[in-house]
């Protein structure tokens, strides 16, 4: 995304070594610290998404992981099967209470010289358009109609926040597969104290990153990324000493 007015590039960092930083300093503030995924996938200490490896050398921390799609949720299930502390949920983050397809590929139904081969994890969402996009980045549109679906659930954000009791989130992570801004939104920011959010921001278009990064301010907010094409960006609450 280009740079816009309210969004600091981090300094010689990247947004996972923020990330670390910003998670270290909140368990030293909290005896319970907890985090919660939306779209949690993770293959090994060098996952995709930006917290995992901090995360996993700072232990005690509670994590409520969502992901709907079965063999994510199977690796998640390994990896985290003798930890106490970790909740895995089944259900998708939508915008209703109600079953919904979810839409996804195999590494078996692209050519073998597909770009998205092995890539095949990040290509399931709720909005079978988003898969339809990666297929045409990938000169792939031949795929769209092997484009797969299997029922999950979904439950909006309002249910997720009573479900667990929320009122403190100290770390929030959206990653899912552009379906992200319609989650935002959904957001109680007044409500529910989230310390510190990481979201993906590829899928968005320019309005609804001005809405994101608008709001995010509004609620004091300091907001970062690690460069201007970036894929994901970091608003930390402000009092945890990145001022």
Partial sequence: MKLVKGVEIIPGKTVRQVVAQALARIQAKSTTPLALKIGAQETDSQAHDPSTVALLGLPGWHQILFEPWPAARAQLERIYAKNPLVTIDDRAVGEVN???????????????????????????SLDRGHISHCLACANESEAESKIRTCAVTTATWATVVADYGLTVIDYLQIDAEGFDFKIFKQLNL??????????????????EKAILISTLLAHDYRIWTDHEETYDLLAIKNGLGFN
């Fill in 98 to 124: 109600t079953q919904a397809d979810l839409y996804f590929l195999l590494d078996e139904d692209l050519r073998p010289d597909s770009k998205l081969k092995g890539q095949v994890q990040y290509c399931n």
């Fill in 190 to 207: 007044a409500h529910t104290l989230i310390r510190c959010l990481c979201i993906e921001v590829i899928n968005m278009t320019d309005a």
